[in-house]
Every structure is written in structure tokens, then in C-alpha cells.
């Protein structure tokens, strides 16, 4: 390598050649050739400079060679020159004269390298591709500029104008020249000048033109010199220089306006990002699908600038059959309710298969449509579609096709591809959201099923309305460990249990369902309420994970009207008396299941018109609100409770009451209003004697007539006769007889003090003895006997006919 | 044959037992209730004439009660007046007392008459 002179300003990259660096070496060149000291010293300082001034991104060197030659007559040529023209030459013969070049002494062009003419050459042999004198792309470059700037050598041309320039674009040569590249202009004689540049790079045509006005400013700085015999030309100069400016003052306007453009389409992209950014966190955040959906399309809408919009989305139902629903936006769903779901056409199917998206100016003129049966096109009554958008909605998940955004506009040519990318952008937010919703809806329905599979089937009990309900958390899909319970039990009476098993989620499903399993089963042996208990905890301990459950269980006997209760570690209950006076009942009576081990038993009475209300502690206790002050509201609430309503009804707004409509934890609630309405009960004591039992038959006999029961006389007396013989036979002190109906069922109950189980006996025909609990058994739908604190009761049930209804 | 009448009343107890002979049977007429507590008393007079092998009619018509304990009776006096040489024939039951007599299936055991005897002393 030899070495160069040191590059004064290598800092323009041609690759990135814009205005600023335009503008930048338009006055480098000027200044340099207006400080020359002369025309050809002009012209040397003009193509050093061009040869040293362009970089690429590693510093090397782009211009390759660089030469600035004028175009002159046989005439105009000095003496010196015309020496190496043929004598017969026309003095009017134009010829091309090196003035300067640079480059070509550094690295000798390879042989294919475009070369720069080096000598005078007659134009008209530069123009015959096979002359000697032909260098190639450099020789069409420069015969070109040439038949440019004679056009534009016209008298009376602003000078700005009398430039031009010229690009051979696609050159490759071994040497590395990527393509030629000039400009000249026509300076004030009418002598033209120009510019030759061989490149290393491509240069971009957009590149080429800004040159335009490095050739207004080189004609400037030549201007001062005198290119040949002559004196320069004060008024053309100035002329130049005015030209000069007002091209540097266009270039800035022009650097303005684009730079306008440039933010204008940055705040439009920044605009999109936002948008999108928007209505990506509003949907993606939506759970709820039918909200989702409706929010999507109306923002999709909304972004496209479409007339309206809609979307199709497919869901499965519950047997796993698929169907499709739609939503519309920017027009009311009656216009399209009268047409079927969209099919599978050549214009629908892209958007429906998820082969991407269609965009179209004019679908009416698109050739998939109009190519299907029946309506060849939109059907009749159709808006009218010219602007058609369509984009498929993808899960991100399975990939499968969710749905699809259609969009319309009755104008043509109004989706751009800014709309496109919008509405793209809403449709894989709006998969998204799809997908979450989907599964977060499955998710909470498994959980609601499970939870809803878990309530009981609460009996009709005569005299006892009931109501229940169990809402699991409004947040979160896991479900609660909280359930209730109404079970009948002999003899007319009622249990109603409530409670809670910490924790949530299948756990927490899965023990309460065990727990609640063993109070039903316990509850079934007509076990006292504080053995209920005492068993279910004792069997607890061996359940995996029963570690805190709460349960409050009370019987109702409609015989005397009380209520029997046993609380392990649950929230007290409420009992609202008929006048209204509210009591909390069972508070703090004993641990929790599965800690308790021995279960206080408590007794309270429960007249007509009583209320007793169970719950959960989602009732009660919340974020917003601690225990006391929830008990205290669940007080005030039951204070007011709503006779009028239906009962259901009153419980919802109970509920709503307390938890203002959203409820943090799962809330179980069971309420029992007692009405009497069919019920009758009486009682008589037993006294011993030989005619204990013929009293007690009597006693029956008298209330059965007086309830209009005599269709069950002799089954009640048989049974009554059968109950009290073995309560005499058996037990020191016969105890209570009682009789209850509630409408359809007659009990026949003996306390007793004895603590001997009842049996039925297997006995042979023709046995005389044992044959009393059979008759009970043959003779009544269901018999039994309870344990009671100090001894039992033996109770049977027979079927009543039903009351006669009240005349309305 | 004429043999006295044999009658047993108890004001506090509500059964009475009434014993008639006939030609060819005695006819016992059951009124009242018969229970754990009267039961007893259908034995001691009824006990008797079944162990004679004389064939025994319980006119029923009048007991308006039955119960588990009768019945045992019931099947002891059958299988007695059997033992006997006798029979048992239980005649116009009220419906407590063949709805008790047919649960128990000892209508199958047991002879059983829809009518009451004929009331006249041969």
C-alpha cells in the first residue's frame, strides 16, 4: 500500500447519505474550491475531497476515483491541448477534458474496473461504445450528463437549474466498484463541467438525486475562478450563490416537512402501540366472556375506522359439540339477525381456517366472491360491504381457530395496512383473553359443579320452611370447604347442620364431603346432637387433613316445639323468637371437630313463628369488616327480616346485605322459618297400673278422633298398645306417651327409663310370644327408637292421607 | 246339655269373657279389650275348656281390641285344644282384630269364621 493523503473528513457514510450530510458537503465543496487558487486547483480540492470524504462502516474508503472534467470546443481548448488533436479538427468539435481526478494512483482499476477517461477525448467518440476511446459505465455516465446539461444550458435557465445528475447503477467489477455516479452543471459561458464518482457501494438512486445540490454548489465555487482564458462573471456568481442558498433553504424545508412526517407517523405508530396496549390489558384482564367478546369488537371497530364490525367466536357446550356465537359493534343486532351464521365460503374460509388475514380495497371486485350458493355474495339486505377486513383469532394455546373479526366499510379502499396491523394486534389480545376465558370458565364450572354436587337436597319438611344457599367465592376458582345439611330423622323431627372445613380448594372438598358424610350417618342413628359430634370427631382424627372443621347441628322435635343443639367450634346461630327478639345461640359452646372431644348439649324452644338462621363465616367476616361488627349486622339484618317475601328471595338480600353484593370467602346459609300448620301433637304421662295401656289407647283414640285420624285408629291403637306394654315390661318407670302428626305421618313416641333395645323377633307360626315389634314393624312405614339422656324413646310413623285442602 | 254360665267381670278391667255351651260346642263370647293386662284373665277361663277336647268357638263380634299378647294366647289356646282332641274356631273378628290376626299371618294357623255363631243354647 502507498501511502495517502491523510482524508480531511471521512465521515460520510454513502449508505446513510441524507439532507444534513448533503448540506454539510455542499459547503465543504464550495469552500474549497472558492479558496483555490485557481480553476484547476478548484477542481483538485473538489475531487480530494469527494475521494476522501466517504467512508463506509469500517472506514474504508467507498470512492474509488473520482475525476471532474469540463466539456470544451476544438476552439476553446488551449494551445497546450489542441496539440494532441488531429490537424483536420473541427474547431466546433466538443470534446471531454480531464481537469482533475483522484484515486487512480492509489489502487490501479482491475482490468473490468469502469475507468475514468484520462485524456482529451472527442464527446462523439466517448458516445461509440466500441471507439477506443470508450471507458465504459463512466462514458455513459458522462455522455448522458452531457445531453442533460445541453438541455438545460439554455439562456435565461436559473442557475439552480442548469445542473443535473446522473446514476449507472449496478456494477460489478472484481475491483469492488458497486456502481458510477455524477453530477455537473453548466457554468457561466455555457461550458459545462462534470463530475465523475466510481463507488464501492451501491448508492441508492434517493442518494443520487440529493447531489442535485452538491452540483449547485461545486458550480458556485468554480464560479470564482476563471475556468479558462476568461474573467469570472461577478453577476452569474452571485446568481449561483443565491442558488446556492435557496437549494439549501428548499433542502431544510424539505428536511422539515419530512421530519413532519416522520413524527407525524412515530405518534401514529406510538398511537398504535398505545391503542393496542389498552385494549390488550382491558381484555386480558376480562374473565367474563360475554363482556370480552363485546369490548374486542367494539374496540377493533372502533381502530379499523369500520362502518361496522363483528365477531364470530365458536365455544363448546357442555356434551363438546361446538357452536358459534357473534357479536356486533357500529350497528344494532336486528340488521344482521335475520341472516344465518356465515359459511364457510371462498371469501369467509381464509379467516375461518386461519390461513391470515383478508384484506381488501373492493371485495365486490376480489375474485373469491360472489362464487357461492345460495346468494352468490352477501344476501339480500346485507349492508353494503365494498371494504372488507377479516382476521382470524388463534388460540395461543392449541392453535385452533377461536373465531374470526370481520370488518366492513361501504367505501372502497379504506382499510389500510395500519388498520391490518390493528386489528391483528386486538385479535391476538382478544386470543388471548378467549383462551383464559375459556379456561378459566371450565375451571370454575368444575369447581361449581363440585361444589353444587356436594349440596344436599334439602327435604319439604311439613311446618318448616326452608331456605339455603351456598354462593361460592366471587373470586378465585377454587372451591370452599363449606356445606349444610337438612336431614329428617324419626318422628317428625329435623337436623340441620352447618359447617366449615379450613382451607379451600379439591382438599378441602374432598374432607368436607367426608365430615359431611359422617354427621348425615351419625345424624341417621338418631344420635343426641352432642353424640353426633362426638363422633364425627372422634372419627375426624383419623381423616388426613380434618385438622379444623367447624360444625353447628341442631335437631328440631316439632313434639315439643324445641330445638336441641350442639356447636363445635362454629359460628353461634341465630334464633329470632316470634316477637321478633333475636338471640345468638350456642356461642363458644365447644372445640372444634376433630379437637372436641366431649360435645355440651344445649336445649332451646322453637314455637311457631321461630326462626333459626346457620351460615358461614363468608357471611360475616370479610376484608372490609371484622366478626363482631359482621355478627352484629347479621343481627340487625334478621331484626328486619322480610315476612312478605318469598323466603328464598329474603335470604338473597340478607346475603347481599351483608356482603354488598361480593363476597370475598364461599357463604352457605340455611335458614328455617317453623309455621305450624298441619301439626298436632299431644303427650300424656304413663302411669303403672294394669290399665296403662287401655288409657293410653283411649288417650289416642280421643286426639285421633278430635284430628279427624279415625282411618288410623286401629293401626295407631295396635302400635300405641304394643309401645306402652313394652315400655311397662321393660323399664321401671313407663315414661311419656306421645302423639304427633304433621300432616301426612302419625308418630306414636314411649319414653321410657329402660335402656334395653327393642328387637324384632324371628318367630315360627305357631310360636305364641314375640310377635309385638312385628305387628309395629308390619303395621307402620317406619319404627325406631332414640336414646335420650336418662333412658329412650321408642317411636313408630304410620301414614296419614293427606289433610284436605283449605277451601281458597 | 246345659252347663252354667260361667262369666267373669272385672269393672276395671274392659274385657268380659261369656261361656255357652251348645251341642256340639262351647261358644266363648270375647268382649272388650283384650292386652297384656286382660289377657291373663281370656286364659284362666278359656284355658280350661280347651284342654276338654270339646270343640271352642270365640265369638269375636264384641272385642273391639287386640293385641300381641292376645294373640300368643290365641296360638297357646289352638294348640291346646289340638292337643286336646279339640278345635279352635275364632268367629266374626272385628277389622283391629283380623287386621292383627292377617299381619301376623296366623290367619293361615288359625280358623277363622266371618260369622258369629248362632247365638241360641242348644
Excluded at chain 1, 354436587?453 to 354462593?471: F, K, N, Q
Excluded at chain 1, 370427631?537 to 328440631?556: E, I, N, Q
Excluded at chain 1, 316470634?578 to 372444634?592: F, S
Aim: proline fraction near 7%; charge should be negative.
Amino acid at each position: 500500500m502507498t501511502g495517502r493523503t491523510p482524508r480531511a473528513q471521512p465521515d460520510h457514510d454513502i449508505a446513510r447519505f441524507g439532507p444534513p450530510e448533503m448540506v454539510r458537503l455542499a459547503a465543504e465543496l464550495r469552500t474549497v474550491a472558492e479558496h483555490a487558487t485557481g480553476f484547476a486547483d478548484a477542481a483538485r480540492r473538489v475531487v480530494r475531497r469527494l475521494c476522501d470524504g466517504f467512508a463506509d462502516e469500517h472506514g474504508e474508503p467507498v470512492v474509488l476515483r473520482a475525476g471532474l472534467y469540463t466539456v470544451r470546443t476544438s476552439a476553446a481548448l488551449g494551445a497546450a491541448l489542441r496539440r494532441h488533436l488531429p490537424d483536420d479538427a473541427d474547431p466546433a468539435r466538443r470534446h471531454l477534458v480531464p481537469e482533475a481526478s483522484c484515486g487512480t494512483g492509489a489502487r490501479g482499476p482491475a482490468a473490468d474496473e469502469p475507468a475514468l477517461p484520462t485524456g482529451v477525448v472527442a464527446l462523439d467518440d466517448l458516445a461509440v461504445p466500441s471507439a477506443p476511446a470508450s471507458t465504459g459505465p463512466v462514458a455513459d455516465l458522462v455522455t448522458g450528463l452531457v445531453a442533460d446539461l445541453d438541455a438545460r444550458a439554455a439562456p435565461g435557465l436559473a442557475v439552480s437549474d442548469r445542473v443535473g445528475v446522473r446514476h449507472v447503477p449496478g456494477i460489478a467489477s472484481r475491483g469492488g466498484a458497486r456502481s458510477v455516479f455524477g453530477f455537473g452543471g453548466v457554468l457561466d459561458d455555457g461550458t459545462l463541467f462534470c463530475v465523475a464518482l466510481v463507488v464501492a457501494v451501491p448508492v441508492p438512486a434517493a442518494t443520487v438525486e440529493l447531489f442535485r445540490a452538491v452540483a449547485v454548489s461545486v458550480q458556485a465555487g468554480l464560479l470564482v475562478h476563471p475556468h479558462a482564458d476568461g474573467t469570472p462573471d461577478p453577476a452569474a456568481r452571485l446568481d449561483a450563490l443565491h442558488a446556492h442558498l435557496r437549494t439549501l433553504e428548499q433542502v431544510s424545508d424539505d428536511q422539515a416537512a419530512a421530519l413532519d412526517t416522520v413524527v407525524g407517523r412515530l405518534r401514529a405508530e406510538a398511537g398504535l402501540v398505545d391503542t393496542l396496549q389498552v385494549v390488550g390489558q382491558r381484555l386480558t384482564a376480562q374473565l367474563d366472556l360475554d363482556v370480552l367478546v363485546q369490548e374486542a369488537t367494539d374496540a377493533a371497530t372502533k381502530a379499523t375506522g369500520a362502518a361496522f364490525g363483528a365477531f364470530f367466536y365458536n365455544l363448546i357446550d357442555q356434551y363438546g359439540e361446538s357452536y358459534t356465537l357473534y357479536t356486533l359493534s357500529g350497528v344494532p343486532r336486528e340488521v344482521f339477525s335475520r341472516f344465518p351464521m356465515p359459511r364457510n365460503t371462498a371469501v369467509f374460509a381464509p379467516t375461518f381456517t386461519g390461513e391470515g388475514t383478508v384484506r381488501s380495497d373492493d371485495i365486490t371486485r376480489d375474485p373469491r366472491y360472489g362464487r357461492n350458493e345460495p346468494h352468490h355474495g352477501m344476501p339480500e339486505g346485507h349492508l353494503p360491504v365494498r371494504s372488507y377486513l377479516a382476521v382470524s383469532v388463534v388460540s395461543p394455546s392449541s392453535q385452533d381457530v377461536l373465531g374470526g373479526f370481520f370488518f366492513g366499510h361501504h367505501e372502497t379502499g379504506r382499510f389500510t395496512a395500519r388498520h391490518e396491523q390493528l386489528a391483528e394486534g386486538i385479535a391476538g389480545y382478544a386470543a388471548i383473553a378467549l383462551d383464559n376465558a375459556r379456561l378459566f370458565a371450565a375451571q370454575r364450572a368444575t369447581a361449581a359443579e363440585l361444589a353444587r354436587s356436594m349440596l344436599p337436597i334439602v327435604p319439604h319438611v311439613p311446618d318448616l320452611r326452608i331456605a339455603s344457599r351456598y354462593l361460592p367465592a366471587a373470586t378465585g376458582s377454587e372451591v370452599g370447604g363449606d356445606w349444610f345439611d337438612v336431614i329428617e330423622l324419626p318422628a317428625g323431627r329435623t337436623a340441620f347442620v352447618i359447617g366449615d372445613v379450613v382451607g379451600r380448594g379439591v382438599k378441602a372438598a374432598a374432607v368436607m364431603g367426608q365430615i359431611r358424610t359422617a354427621v348425615r350417618s351419625y345424624a341417621m342413628l338418631d344420635l343426641p346432637p352432642g353424640d353426633v359430634l362426638r363422633h364425627v370427631s372422634a372419627l375426624a382424627a383419623t381423616v388426613p387433613g380434618a385438622t379444623f372443621v367447624t360444625c353447628f347441628y341442631a335437631v328440631h322435635d316439632p313434639v315439643d316445639n324445641t330445638l336441641t343443639y350442639a356447636n363445635a367450634g362454629h359460628l353461634p346461630a341465630v334464633l329470632t323468637h316470634p316477637d321478633g327478639a333475636v338471640d345468638l345461640i350456642g356461642e363458644g359452646l365447644d372445640m372444634p371437630i376433630g379437637v372436641g372431644e366431649t360435645f355440651t348439649q344445649r336445649r332451646a324452644s322453637f314455637p311457631g313463628g321461630a326462626r333459626l338462621t346457620l351460615y358461614t363465616d363468608g357471611l360475616v367476616e370479610s376484608r372490609r369488616r371484622g366478626l363482631t361488627d359482621g355478627l352484629r349486622e347479621l343481627v340487625a339484618g334478621l331484626r328486619d327480616f322480610p315476612g312478605g317475601l318469598d323466603l328464598q328471595v329474603a335470604c338473597d338480600k340478607l346475603i347481599d346485605r351483608l356482603t354488598d353484593g361480593r363476597h370475598d370467602d364461599d357463604v352457605a346459609l340455611l335458614h328455617v322459618h317453623h309455621q305450624p300448620t298441619h301439626r298436632r301433637a299431644a303427650t300424656t304421662p304413663l302411669e303403672r297400673g294394669p290399665l296403662v295401656a287401655a288409657k293410653a289407647r283411649a288417650f289416642v283414640a280421643r286426639h285421633l278422633a278430635e284430628w279427624g285420624l279415625t282411618g288410623v285408629s286401629d293401626t295407631a291403637l295396635t302400635v300405641t298398645s304394643e309401645l306402652v306394654t313394652n315400655a311397662v315390661k321393660h323399664a321401671d318407670n313407663p315414661g311419656v306417651l306421645r302423639l304427633h302428626h304433621d300432616g301426612t305421618r302419625l308418630t306414636v313416641d314411649v319414653a321410657d327409663t329402660g335402656t334395653s333395645t327393642p328387637r324384632v323377633l324371628e318367630t315360627t307360626l305357631d310360636e305364641e310370644g314375640g310377635r309385638g315389634l312385628y305387628l309395629v314393624n308390619a303395621l307402620t312405614s317406619r319404627w325406631g327408637t332414640r336414646g335420650t339422656p336418662d333412658g329412650k324413646v321408642v317411636w313408630a310413623e304410620i301414614r296419614t292421607p293427606a289433610p284436605p285442602r283449605p277451601e281458597a | 246339655m246345659w252347663m252354667p254360665e260361667e262369666a267373669w267381670v272385672d269393672e276395671a278391667l274392659p274385657l268380659q269373657v261369656d261361656v255357652r255351651d251348645r251341642a256340639s260346642d262351647t261358644v266363648v263370647v270375647v268382649s272388650g279389650e283384650l292386652d297384656f293386662a286382660t289377657t291373663p284373665h281370656l286364659w284362666e277361663a278359656v284355658g280350661p275348656l280347651a284342654r276338654s277336647g270339646r270343640p271352642l268357638v270365640l265369638d269375636l263380634a264384641a272385642l273391639s281390641f287386640c293385641d300381641s299378647s292376645a294373640l300368643s294366647i290365641l296360638v297357646r289356646l289352638h294348640r291346646t285344644a289340638q292337643g286336646s282332641g279339640g278345635s279352635l274356631v275364632l268367629a266374626a273378628p272385628q277389622p283391629q282384630v283380623e287386621a292383627a290376626l292377617t299381619v301376623t299371618m296366623l290367619h293361615r294357623l288359625l280358623t277363622i269364621r266371618p260369622e258369629q255363631p248362632d247365638g241360641d243354647p242348644v
